[in-house]
């Protein structure tokens, strides 16, 4: 199969969707599919053997932090030579709505996927007025596809109301050789926890920005003074945050790739996550497959992954005495040592193999659907 995959970010900018853009390409590549990739211009042009095709970036006020593509015409020559099977069209909201456009002009079978839950995204920057109007936008994209799909199960009966149809829910993979307990660093530990072995490192993985409601934990430091927060990413909200934390045991670490975020995510007594935003937030699956208890705020996508107390510990968002029980649970270690096996045992059934050859279900349905479509036209003409 030849597949054409175009997307609003991709390596080496670190968050979920590029996660697992970077392993699905390179797992159909070794499959022996052809795969390129269209993506906003981020300084390369191949990628474990994936050529990376990259287009002009602009940046915006509210996200300085992070450049965005913009619809272009080049998607179409792409395209024209290339000659793939099938597209797929990540996010379409800028630079992939060139690959929705182009894909229906070229008569491309066409794959849409939902990532990033931008309505609610309106709520944490003042904005929810817009929400109907970027509703009608996403509908507008999503709904020219052969096939659509997102990734969690909430987020597709979401779609589904909003009168978006959504035919699966993308699989979750994870690197559970890349996230693996061995990965923990006693020296970076002692480093965090500012070498008092009397304090508990708290870690946190993602983009830092508003809607990921990570000021949420500064009353952790009101309530306890033995706490260490790690907080690993960066965005635009950081030079807030900063200030926010300020006077605390919090370490802002920034990005971190290969092996030095291994260590980050397995290096810590838990791993906390405030945010109720995600489409599904697959750093707590890579956090269990680290070997490191998940403390987790309440939320459909969260719930996907975690069984409360069984594989990791589940708190009211917003609610700081329902956090600070689920973040004092660090002092009992067999309940730590139970979630950190059991969120393990957990994440393992969850392989990039397995999560490909799912994808490639989805493409196969594409192209079937696309050539039912397109025989019922001709057969209308």
């Known amino acids: ?63 300085g932090s992070r450049p965005w593509g913009l ?63 970027l509703w009608d936008y ?3 994209w999503h709904t020219k596809s052969d096939v659509n799909i997102t990734v969690s199960q909430s987020l597709m009966d979401e779609l589904n ?34 070498n008092n072995p009397n304090n508990k490192l708290l870690v946190y993985v993602g983009r830092l920005a508003p809607e990921k409601d990570i000021d949420h934990l500064r009353a952790i430091f009101d309530e306890r003074d033995d706490l260490c927060l790690a907080i690993v990413g960066d965005g635009p909200d950081r030079e807030r945050l900063e200030e926010v934390f300020a006077g605390t045991k919090t370490h802002f670490l920034g990005f971190k790739h290969g092996e030095d975020l291994s260590k980050a995510f397995a290096t810590g007594d838990a791993f906390v996550f405030p945010s109720t935003s995600e489409t599904f937030g697959l750093v707590i699956s890579e956090a269990m497959a680290s070997g490191i208890p998940v403390i987790a705020a309440e939320s459909e996508p969260t719930v996907e992954q975690i069984t409360d107390k069984e594989t990791g510990l589940i708190y009211e968002a917003g609610n700081t005495e329902s956090l600070m029980k689920a ?55």
């Open 138 to 140: 996403i509908r507008f």
């Open 1 to 63: 199969m030849r597949i054409a995959i175009v997307t609003e970010t991709f390596v080496p900018a670190t968050d979920g969707i590029c996660t697992r853009l970077a392993n699905f390409v390179v797992q159909l590549k070794e499959i022996g599919h052809e795969v390129i990739v269209i993506s906003p211009d981020l300084g390369i042009s191949d990628y474990k053997g994936v050529p990376v095709y990259g287009l002009e970036t602009v940046t915006f006020p509210l996200y």
């Open 161 to 194: 109301d909003e009168m978006i149809p959504t035919h699966g829910v993308l699989p979750r993979g994870i690197d559970i050789e890349g996230r693996h307990p061995e990965y923990f660093d006693q020296e970076l530990y002692n480093e965090l926890t500012d």
């Open 71 to 133: 619809p272009s015409r080049k998607v179409k020559s792409i395209f024209k030579k290339f000659k793939p099977d099938v597209v797929h069209a990540v996010n379409p909201i800028s630079l992939a709505s060139s690959a929705v456009h182009y894909a229906n002009k070229l008569n491309i079978p066409l794959i849409t996927s939902y990532h990033t839950h931008l309505p609610n995204y309106l709520d944490h920057y003042n904005m929810s007025l817009f929400k109907p109007v």
């Open 327 to 381: 973040i004092n649970s660090v002092d009992n270690p067999l309940l730590m040592q139970k979630l950190s096996l059991k969120g393990r045992s957990e994440a393992q059934k969850y392989t990039w193999d397995n999560a490909t050859l799912e994808l490639l279900d989805f493409y196969s349905q594409t192209i079937e659907a696309h050539q039912y479509k397109y025989d019922g036209i001709r057969k209308q003409a």
